[in-house]
């Protein structure tokens, strides 16, 4: 496919700007149940109420230098990386599926997995307006042209929360606590709905890989937890973009 005109690209970068600067919001206060329009972005120290020129994406957090205008309070470098990251995805999206529905499902998806690893790596919890928002955005968005289907969209629904719905239950019998957190049950149900059934499995196992390395080392050291919904985030990525030619590649060389 011809890569779309360079002006296009440019201009889902911007875009995929302003959403990374809501999704800062999201993350910021969904986790906490606040409202995402009230009350205005604000200082957490000094209180002060951002002006507009203090909320352009990247280029405010440049100029104050990542410091309250009113206080000088530090601000995080986490701001213009979600933003970076979002126009990243979007202009990537874009440059490589071209305007199709394939791109806008994209764009959806990964803007939402991006605001879920975060959420679940600073507070170990994924928003029920993520996840199951993403299922609703999902499903609807498997009539347009395109896979998966709109039954192949609900399966994969099914599939993946229902997967590790019974992982949850068995492992919860067999230690005597909870195995899986229902974030985690909703979120594999959400990327059921972007890539199908087939889908779903391939983003358990690059998830389970992923969190094997990572964890093992980390929890002979310190004991600490490291969030599911990271991996399985990740293997919801790698999924959505090489997922065909990944099951491809095993079925001619393994099956």
């Known amino acids: 496919m011809t890569p779309p005109p360079t002006q296009w690209v440019i201009l889902a970068g911007l875009l995929g700007l302003l959403v990374g600067s809501f999704l800062n919001v999201a993350i910021l206060r969904l986790p906490a149940d606040m409202s995402l329009v009230r009350p205005r972005s604000h200082c957490p ?13 990247v280029v405010s957090w440049l100029t104050l230098r990542g410091r309250c205008a009113f206080c000088g309070e530090r601000i995080s470098v986490q701001y213009p990386i979600v933003e970076l990251a979002t126009a990243g995805i979007w202009a990537g999206s874009v440059y490589a599926f071209g305007f199709t529905p394939h791109a806008a499902q994209a764009v959806v998806m990964m803007s939402i997995l991006l605001a879920v690893a975060i959420t679940d790596g600073r507070e170990y919890v994924i928003p029920d307006e993520l996840s199951l928002g993403g299922v609703i955005a999902g499903l609807a968005m498997s009539f347009l042209p395109g896979t998966p ?40 149900a959400m990327i059921g709905a972007f890539v199908g059934w087939q889908g779903t499995l391939l983003t358990l196992f690059i998830g389970a890989i992923l969190a094997t390395i990572v964890f093992v080392p980390i929890n002979l050291r310190s004991k600490k937890l490291v969030p599911f919904g990271i991996f399985l985030a990740i293997g919801g990525a790698v999924t959505f973009v090489w997922g065909e030619w990944l099951l491809d590649w095993y079925l001619r060389g393994f099956a």
């Open 45 to 57: 120290r000094c209180g002060g109420t951002l002006k507009w020129y203090h909320n352009i994406p």
């Open 149 to 188: 289907t709109p039954v192949g969209s609900l399966i994969g629904v099914l599939v993946g929360g229902g997967v590790l719905w019974v992982i949850a239950v068995i492992g919860t019998k067999m230690f005597g606590e909870d195995a899986m957190g229902g974030g985690d049950i909703k979120l594999m």
